[in-house]
């Protein structure tokens, strides 16, 4: 930890998930996903969150953008080269579990995609870049969610500690970043790509929760065992809370909304224990969570070493009906209008500032390093005929960001060990199955509508972002 700047050691990277990216959904004996059964365009989020997701592909109807994503499959080592030229000391990737279990509880593993992530990990490891791996982002096997209904069912503990023993034994002697759930807290509302669950009702939400708990723990134990240099994190969505304005009815509503969002599923990985103001909840509300003595040792006995989040926006409460008209966006969730912010293209307020007052609340609250696993900006990048991109919009938000961060850790004294900001190569949004929302230092060939040569180009960003890796940071102000 150093208060001059960034650690010496410090994890400048990028971030992406196996669904969004690989592509080759029906190849090397990987089995379906629910982001495979996914369809882009405007639908995609009405069916998530309706929870009428039809569970079958209807190419007749839909088109699925993840089915080739960006075709990394087979483009890998080209594009590992490109993170490769920009300096990255580490790349986050999501294995999928359908690759290595295509049913999600097969007896034996599918070798051909234990093979596929080995070549990726060595890849990587070759250019001195290292893995930090999410064991589960978005993409349960679909058979688990036909025949077991997702993750309310007790039988998906086992059967995902089976995939992260095999997948931890397999590769965690050559990496040492783990994450076990990605953004475990949209639990609490996007359940399809979450829990993996449709319709279910408030209790299922929290089992469902819970049995993640308990998969994570037992995720942490294995690590552990394999190899004790392991650093195994947890990883939620973290949104900066404000109070609309200062009524106090307005501070209290903020203060419930931002423990049980931002707290509670960190309360558990980190701290190890539930909180008492969600037993209380839980109480008032009659929820009765299927919790054993053994599931609650787990949980107290493996907690993580580094604490994950991503970072995209705040969000202003308010109970004030006449607050309510406008509404701020998110990919998951939102807030009423901040009048003093700007947002995106899609309607994610930008704030820069917010992000440090993150770091420091869950620094203040947890004490163990922090690694900001995803941040950036979702915006139209049009090439000219030479494919020149001068994404200053780009430069600027990250740029801001980053500035906050520096604050941080120099200031403010919080423990950052990683910035890996999302999409570092455009890849297919989660939320809306587009591929013209970008996040990416390279730009690659591809429209919504699956047109285009998958071609791969660096945007003005691209230099940029290697400066600033180069340097650690230290022109950023
Ligand atoms: C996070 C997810 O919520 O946000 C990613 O972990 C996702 O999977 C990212 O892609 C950005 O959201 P979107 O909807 O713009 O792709």
């Keep these: 930890m150093s208060f001059k700047g960034f650690r010496e ?17 029906n190849e090397g004996g990987k089995g379906l996903t629910l982001a495979d059964i996914s369809p882009g365009g405007k639908q995609r989020m009405n069916l998530m969150f309706s929870g009428d997701m039809p569970l079958e592909i209807d190419e007749s109807k839909y088109v699925y953008p993840n089915h080739k994503g960006i075709d990394y499959y087979h483009r890998y080592k080209e594009d590992i080269a490109m993170f490769a030229e ?25 070798e051909e995609g234990l093979a596929f992530y080995d070549s990726v990990i060595d890849e990587l490891l070759k250019h001195n870049i290292e893995p930090t791996i999410t064991i589960s982002h978005y993409e349960t ?32 002697k050559k990496v040492t970043y783990w994450m076990t759930f990605n ?14 669950m449709q319709k279910p009702t408030e209790e299922e939400i929290y089992q469902g929760l819970h049995n993640q708990f308990v998969a994570s723990s037992l995720a942490t134990k294995i690590a552990r065992e394999v190899n004790p240099n392991i650093q195994m994190g947890c990883m939620s969505v973290y949104a900066t809370m404000y109070a609309y304005d200062s009524d106090p009815v307005n501070v209290q509503a903020t203060q419930e909304k931002n423990r049980m969002f931002n707290y509670f599923c960190n309360d558990l990985q980190v701290r190890g224990e539930y909180p008492s103001y969600a037993l209380a909840y839980f109480d008032r509300k009659g929820i009765n969570v299927d919790m054993t003595e053994e599931e609650l040792a787990v949980i107290r006995e493996n907690t993580v070493d580094y604490m994950s989040f991503s970072y995209y926006m705040s969000a ?8 309510q008209d406008e509404k701020s966006q998110g990919n998951f969730f939102g807030g009423v209008k901040n009048p003093f912010l700007k947002a995106s293209d899609w309607g994610w307020e930008i704030d820069p ?25 979702g915006a139209v990048d049009t090439p000219d005929e030479n494919y020149v991109i001068n994404d200053d919009y ?59 040569d998958m071609s791969r180009h660096k945007k003005k960003s691209f230099d940029w972002y290697k400066e600033v890796i180069s340097t650690n940071g230290e022109e950023i102000k």
Excluded at 9 to 25: I, K, M, R, S, V
Excluded at 141 to 165: D, M, Q, T
Excluded at 356 to 373: F, M, Q, T
Aim: include cysteine; proline fraction near 3%.
């Design 394 to 452: 780009r430069i600027d938000y990250l740029e801001q960001h980053i500035s906050e961060m520096k604050k941080a850790v120099m200031l403010d004294g919080v423990d950052l060990m990683a910035y890996t900001p999302w999409g570092c190569i455009d890849l297919v949004s989660a939320s809306t199955g587009e591929m013209s929302k970008r996040y990416g230092f390279i730009y690659v060939d591809l429209d919504d509508n699956g047109n285009g």
């Design 183 to 196: 953004e475990i807290n949209t639990g609490l509302m996007n359940n399809f790509f979450s829990t993996a």
């Design 9 to 25: 050691d410090f994890l400048w990277g990028g971030a992406t998930a196996a669904n969004q990216l690989e592509g080759a959904y």
């Design 316 to 323: 202003a409460m308010s109970v004030n009906p006449a607050h």
């Design 86 to 110: 920009m300096g990255f000391k580490t790349f986050r990737m999501s294995i999928s579990w359908a690759r290595i279990f295509p049913n999600g509880n097969d007896t034996v593993a599918n």
């Design 141 to 172: 096997p679909l058979h688990l969610v036909k025949e077991y209904g997702g993750w309310k069912n007790k039988e998906l503990i086992s059967f995902f500690e089976k995939y992260a023993r095999t997948i931890l034994e397999r590769f965690g």
């Design 353 to 377: 500032i917010g992000l440090r007052i993150a770091l420091n609340d869950l620094y203040g609250r947890y004490g163990v390093p922090l690694y900001i696993s995803e941040n950036g900006l």
